[in-house]
Nanobody
């Protein structure tokens, strides 16, 4: 069993930066991929960025390309999301997820991911 714990959320002004962290505990993560997702009230959880655990390949939703950077430190079992040039529309609860197999999506909606963190609130004021 893997537990995911996020940290680093908070309140920031538009144009500011935050760095989220997600640490996997319980056992060394040896799955296929981890990712960051976000959810706002009344909407489904959506993909933000994904990284393959072994090779470090990354993918981003178009709205964050050039502003967000996903990375991982396999030795620390930790994944990061550096968020720059934040906009009010980035306000959401951010979740980290882990997929033991190939990461699956229905559009931008994750499907069949194995583990989730508890979420961390990111609020960007205008």
């Amino acid at each position: 069993q893997v537990q995911l714990v996020e940290s680093g959320g908070g309140l920031v002004q538009a144009g500011g930066s935050l760095r989220l962290s997600c640490t996997a505990s319980g056992r060394t993560f040896s799955g296929n991929a981890m990712g960051w997702f976000r959810q706002t009230p009344g909407k489904e959880r959506e993909f933000v960025a994904v990284i393959t655990w072994s090779g470090g390949s990354t993918h981003y939703v178009d709205s964050v390309k050039g502003r967000f950077t996903i990375s991982r430190d396999a030795a620390k079992n930790t994944m990061y999301l550096q968020m720059n040039s934040l906009k009010p529309e980035d306000t959401a609860v951010y979740y980290c997820g882990a997929s033991l197999g190939p990461p699956l999506f229905r559009g931008n909606i994750p499907e069949g991911w194995d583990y989730w963190g508890q979420g961390t609130q990111v609020t960007v004021s205008s």
